[in-house]
């Protein structure tokens, strides 16, 4: 079983940054993409940034230029750099990884339990 722990979310003022951190735990043989996800009251859960196992990253549009997704492979840890916030972006954030759990098992998803950000003066 594979376990994912949040860290880092809170309240700041509008402009301010939060780092956000996903730590994984258990029977793990390899993670593949790893990423952020998240979701307002109201809306539907929307992707902030994915990161794959050889580095490469993709943003929601409205997050691109003010989020930074990163990994250190040897944690089993994912990061995500949150700068120039903004009230909408206020939302309850899920990590996820795709892991495969031992060399013939099937990738996958895990989900963490989710952070609260709230972004308000």
């Known amino acids: 079983q594979v376990q994912l722990v949040e860290s880092g979310g809170g309240l700041v003022q509008p402009g301010g940054s939060l780092r956000l951190s996903c730590a994984a735990s258990?029977?793990?043989?390899?993670?593949?993409?790893m990423g952020w996800y998240r979701q307002a009251p109201g809306t539907q859960r929307e992707v902030v940034a994915i990161?794959?196992?050889?580095?490469?990253?993709n943003y929601g549009d409205s997050v691109n230029g003010r989020f930074t997704i990163s990994r250190d492979n040897a944690k089993n840890t994912v990061f995500l750099q949150m700068n120039s916030l903004k009230p909408e972006d206020t939302a309850i954030y899920y990590c996820n990884m795709i892991v495969r759990y031992k060399w013939n098992s099937p990738f996958e998803h895990y989900w963490g339990q989710g952070t609260q950000v709230t972004v308000s003066s």
């Open positions: 990161i794959t196992s050889d580095g490469s990253t």
């Open positions: 258990g029977s793990i043989f390899a993670i593949n993409n």
